[in-house]
């Protein structure tokens, strides 16, 4: 069974190899890393004015999350890169302190 995210993710896949015409999705990946970056950063950017909001329901707030959530695939499914891959990876740092995990990488 597979729940939205896969769904999505699926859909941004194919989106990526086919490139439809009229497609929005098409139309990020077709402007590179540098269009699509460019609407990660907005979005990202409203997510944090949306958090700063007194919305006690957060529906903006959620909103805005998944407007973001979907720049940043677009421009992962562009890679190819799965959502399994991103499941590994969270797995790999679960249970490990941000800061050790930054340590590591030798980051301060």
Known sequence: MTDTFDRLMAEIHQRA???PKGSYTTQLIQGGVEKMGAKILEEAQEVVEAAAENDEA???LVYEACDLIYHL????GARGITLDELR???RR???TSGLEEKRQRGQN
């Open 73 to 76: 695939w677009v421009l992962l």
């Open 58 to 60: 957060n529906d903006h």
């Open 17 to 19: 190899k086919d490139l």
């Open 93 to 95: 740092r679960e249970g």
């Open 88 to 90: 590994r990876e969270l």
